[in-house]
């Protein structure tokens, strides 16, 4: 498990490079405008990327479960979001790669024909795309980013007593799991009526890290560093937005952010769960997953 975490921890710092540079290549180099458009295509590398850590989390949490039956470890709920998590990333997967259509090449049937946006084998194109990914990045704003934030910033709150009472407090991200969801949230369409209220979030969710970091006593420089990277990262792409394409480039991109912070989540709270079965101080090896 510990493995995975540095993977995918170093694989989020690498994609994030990877992407400033991709974008700032194709804005200025000579010949090179389509290199994004290239990367981010349909069934392109970045889409199959995707696909490789869903089904990288549905294995993770498989196996985390299995650790559990031997050893119950995990805490209250903790199967159950397992259970969740192996069922919607197996069931993601799946839609990406248009249950197999992409794979084997068959023809859609006439209701996907008549139906689906890309006229693919799929249930997500069904609907529109900004219904679905609204949907998406209201709970990744709300239980990803800002409620981690606040529950570091006040921790006598309301809010930070009502998750502890509950024992919630096990499954709120880690500081470096709210800095990938927040890098992802910087790959969005800027400047659009549209996108509005995504950028409106970006900007509370930059300024309550930068709070949280100033309250948080834990706060490490390579912190401050990370926070500042992923507000270089929102200012580069809003400053080269023309290069983006609303439906597709950078949102391709953000969703194998999202799928690489759901994988660093599941390590925040199975690691200390695994470490320190039930019956010894789980307690503290749970704050040392939060503040990490």
């Excluded at 249950?99 to 693919?120: A, I, P, Y």
């Excluded at 949907?135 to 930070?160: D, E, H, K, Q």
């Excluded at 580069?236 to 759901?262: K, P, S």
Aim: proline share 4%; glycine share 6%; aromatic share 10%.
């Amino acid at each position: 498990m510990e493995l995975i975490r540095r993977t995918t921890w170093a694989l989020s710092a690498a994609l994030s490079i990877a992407t400033v540079m991709v974008v700032l290549i194709t804005a200025h180099a000579p010949r090179q405008e389509g290199l994004l458009r290239d990367l981010t295509r349909e069934n392109g590398v970045v889409e199959w990327a995707s696909v490789v850590i869903l089904v990288v989390i549905a294995l993770v949490a498989g196996r985390a479960l299995l650790l559990d039956r031997k050893q119950p470890a995990l805490p209250a709920g903790g199967r159950g979001i397992l259970i969740a998590l192996v069922f919607l990333a197996t069931l993601a997967a799946l839609e990406e790669i248009s249950w197999g259509q992409q794979v084997f090449g068959f023809r859609s049937n006439k209701f996907f024909l008549d139906h689906n946006l890309q006229r693919e084998t799929n249930l997500h194109n069904l609907m529109p795309a900004s219904i679905s990914s609204s949907a998406i990045n209201t709970v990744i704003y709300v239980f990803f980013l800002w409620i981690p934030c606040g529950f570091r910033m006040a921790p006598n709150s309301r809010l930070a007593i009502g998750i502890r009472s509950r024992e919630w407090d096990n499954f709120l991200p880690s500081l470096n799991t709210i800095l990938i969801f927040a890098f992802g949230s910087t790959l969005q369409a800027y400047f659009l009526l549209p996108t509005w209220s995504d950028t409106l979030a970006l900007l509370v969710t930059l300024a309550l890290l930068g709070r949280t970091l100033l309250v948080q006593p834990a706060t490490r420089s390579n912190d401050w560093a990370h926070w500042a990277w992923v507000v270089f990262c929102a200012a580069t792409f809003a400053i080269h937005h023309d290069i983006f394409r609303f439906a597709n480039m950078q949102y391709e991109i953000r969703e194998l952010v999202v799928v690489l912070g759901c994988l660093h989540w599941i390590t925040d709270w199975t690691i200390p769960a695994i470490q320190q079965p039930k019956g010894s101080n789980r307690e503290s090896a749970a704050k040392q997953g939060i503040a990490a």
